[in-house]
């Protein structure tokens, strides 16, 4: 099925978007990983066999970093089927009560949103070309009111991006699909504080990419929400 198929994934270098890269890379899509934490890359890559895995720096805020990424991915392989734009972070965004962290904010909308809109604005040229399949990571609070306030607005905005996306590529061929995870235990929560319900492992929610991704090319999975059993919200 995934034979000689690539596939790019920003935030590879941990938690939902290793488990992706492992997981699609088991199915047998090379694979471009991208993010920030090179060290991690590279050993992702040693790990994935370096002939079907490319370790590339990314900045996600930064648009010619970004532009960097897919020159490479398609030098390398010679065209990208699959797009995951998965980088995102959290970090304290109450409107209201504690310090003013106006640097915080700043950064999680630049990658949250400025950072998922490049991907797929860099991307969609090469995706046509392939009648390829992109991907971003919502999440469930996305679709609800949370007490993290910017963080959740930022995951709304990437509802709106999603559906925005999938109208503009209907007559393209290339297929979009929003994944909304609850709550999954990666280093996302290394410096917040988890709300104390079930969690998902970072490959339950790399099942669901491959399950888009498998698909028939006629079927279009739009939205994926995926909680833990048991979260409440």
């Not at 590279?42 to 895995?53: I, K, M, P, T, Y």
């Not at 805020?61 to 490479?72: A, C, I, L």
């Not at 398609?74 to 965004?93: H, P, Q, T, W, Y």
Request: hydrophobic share 40%; proline share 4%.
């Amino acid at each position: 099925m995934s034979e000689n198929k690539v596939i790019l994934i920003t935030g590879a270098s941990s938690g939902i978007g290793m488990a992706t890269a492992r997981l699609t890379a088991k199915a047998g899509y090379r694979v471009a990983l991208a993010a920030r934490s090179t060290i991690k890359l590279n050993d992702l890559a040693c790990e994935l066999g370096e002939e079907n895995a490319l370790a590339l720096y990314c900045d996600v805020t930064d648009w010619t970093s970004q532009q960097r990424v897919v020159e490479k991915t398609l030098e390398r392989f010679g065209r990208i089927d699959a797009v995951f734009a998965n980088a995102g972070l959290s970090k304290g965004s109450p409107f209201f009560g504690g310090s003013d962290k106006p640097e915080e904010w700043k950064e999680m909308v630049l990658v949250n949103v400025f950072g998922a809109a490049a991907t797929a604005r860099l991307t969609l040229p090469a995706l046509t070309k392939t009648r390829g399949h992109f991907l971003v990571t919502g999440s469930v609070v996305g679709r609800i009111t949370s007490i993290r306030n910017l963080y959740s607005a930022t995951k709304w905005a990437v509802t709106g991006m999603a559906q925005a996306i999938r109208n503009e590529m209907t007559e393209t061929g290339v297929r979009v699909t929003l994944i909304e995870p609850g709550v999954v235990d990666t280093p996302f929560w290394d410096h917040l504080q988890k709300p104390g319900t079930p969690e998902l492992k970072a490959e339950d929610v790399a099942r669901a990419v491959l399950y888009a991704l498998s698909q028939p090319s006629h079927v279009d999975v739009n939205e994926i929400v995926i909680r833990p059993a048991g979260q409440p919200h």
